[in-house]
């Protein structure tokens, strides 16, 4: 079974590839953003820790962490962890060690299954959280920093203060494309990106998805 971790900076287009991925027979694909929700769920040690570690920010600007249904307010908490890195940090500790010991449980579990042809890990702190040390291929999706501002603005209404704040929280692409072994073009048509993908996955590294 072959492990490919893959990571790209906010509105790169990971989602699209991980649905085409996801298709595949004997693929399975899974989320770290996914993961890290379902273990910050109300109740959770993860949920406890982290009300714990910021129960005294009194900051006006922020807001409740927690709204009425218990579970976090994922508007406060964006901006808490975008707009500070120091508290980025402090929540990171908390949940990624969880996020990553569930990967390693699964990762193990379906090697011993032996079902899975390839399982993919989808992780914006890919490379952060060390997962080169699991995986066995690092894939970043290079979309430019205007073409992602543009989507972001289109689809989701994101403004630019919003984009530049999660900008400044992720790595500078120079340095995903430095880490990464396989580094996808996803800024032309999706049609063009899986190409890409089907030749990668056929092996055929070329100049126009390599770029090292
Ligand atoms: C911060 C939250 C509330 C923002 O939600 P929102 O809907 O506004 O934005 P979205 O989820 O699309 O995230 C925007 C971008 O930031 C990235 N991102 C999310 N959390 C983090 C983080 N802790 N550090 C750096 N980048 C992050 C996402 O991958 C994405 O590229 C949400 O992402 C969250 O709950 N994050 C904590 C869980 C987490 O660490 N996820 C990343 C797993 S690798
Ligand atoms: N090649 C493409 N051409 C045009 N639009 C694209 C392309 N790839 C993705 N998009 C669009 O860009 C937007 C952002 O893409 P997507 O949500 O997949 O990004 P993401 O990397 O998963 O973001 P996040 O980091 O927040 O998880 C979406 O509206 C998506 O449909």
Redesign the pocket.
């Known amino acids: 079974m072959k492990f490919i971790g893959i990571t790209?900076?906010?509105?790169?287009?990971?989602?699209?590839?991980?649905n085409y991925l996801n298709n595949k027979p004997k693929y399975r694909v899974m989320l770290a953003?996914e993961i890290a929700h379902e273990l910050m769920k109300s109740g959770t040690e993860v949920f406890k820790t982290i009300c714990n570690t910021f129960k005294n920010i009194n900051d006006s600007e922020i807001g409740n962490l927690v709204d009425e249904s218990g579970e976090f307010n994922r508007k406060n908490l964006a901006k808490l962890i975008f707009s500070s890195e120091e508290n980025r940090k402090k929540i990171n500790d908390i949940v990624h060690p969880a996020v990553k010991e569930y990967v390693k449980e699964q990762f193990a579990l379906e090697k011993e299954r032996g079902q899975i042809e390839v399982l993919v890990l989808e992780a914006?702190l890919l490379i952060e959280e060390n997962y080169d040390a699991i995986c066995d291929e690092l894939w970043y999706?290079y979309?430019s920093e205007d073409n992602?501002r543009k989507?972001?603005k289109?689809?989701?209404g994101y403004s630019d203060e919003k984009i530049d704040n999660i900008f400044s929280s992720q790595l500078p692409e120079e340095e995903f494309i430095q880490k990464c072994k396989v580094v996808i073009d996803?800024?032309?048509?999706?049609e063009?990106?899986f190409l890409q993908i089907e030749k990668v996955l056929r092996g055929e590294l070329n100049d126009e998805c390599f770029r090292r």
């Open positions: 790209g900076g906010v509105g790169a287009g990971k989602s699209a590839i991980l953003d914006a999706i979309t992602r989507r972001l289109e689809s989701r996803n800024n032309n048509s999706l063009k990106t």
